[in-house]
């Protein structure tokens, strides 16, 4: 008798776009199934899934969203006081795992059904609601505090109802939470 096939799950961090340890950033548990990817109970069919790559010292899963839109998350391993362990050999096993499932998923798939399941939307589609005529647009936020100032931003194609959400979210958070530093002082206003 054959032995069953353990699925496949592991726990990973947020990475920055070069694959960096992001220290505040997000935790992500990703389990495999034969048709689909789970990541922190978000669903992606691998049939959607364009490709996972070594970016510096985390992957990137580059995949379409529910509209259609290439999105790209990044994952690395945790930091144990600045130490990295085993962290070639679980990212390894990762983009492995991946490209073998979604290659598997591929080959058992019709031409005509992966062919609907990988269409690209328009460029100038919303990243948030999906319709045309978005422009490409990017937004900061600023929060600090005494000695720490954190900033990140935000970027993406929207239309003119969610650029107008995200540039006042923006604008709010970064106009009361972003003063408090002597680096806040010199960094909210440019955001």
Not at 164 to 189: C, D, E, K, Q, Y
Request: with cysteine; net charge positive.
């Amino acid at each position: 008798m054959a032995a069953k096939k353990q699925p496949y799950k592991a726990k990973f961090v947020q990475a920055d776009n070069d694959g960096d340890y992001v220290s505040m950033g997000k935790r992500y548990s990703l389990s495999l199934t034969d048709k689909d990817l789970i990541i922190s109970k978000h669903r992606i069919p691998l049939l959607k899934i364009l490709r996972a790559e070594r970016v510096g010292k985390g992957v990137a899963i580059t995949y379409l969203d529910s509209n259609k839109i290439p999105t790209k998350i990044m994952l690395t391993t945790d930091n144990l006081f600045g130490f990295s362990i085993g962290r070639a050999k679980k990212l390894d096993e990762l983009v492995r795992v991946l490209e073998s499932a979604v290659d598997s998923q591929i080959k058992r798939t019709p031409a005509q059904e992966l062919a609907k399941a990988q269409q690209v939307a328009p460029p100038d589609t919303c990243h948030e609601c999906g319709n045309r005529g978005g422009a490409h647009l990017r937004f900061g936020q600023i929060y600090s505090g005494v000695l720490i100032a954190r900033w990140s931003s935000n970027e993406g194609i929207y239309c003119k109802k969610h650029s107008t959400i995200h540039g006042l979210r923006s604008m709010a958070i970064s106009g009361v939470l972003g003063w408090w530093s002597p680096w806040g002082i010199f960094i909210t206003p440019v955001y």
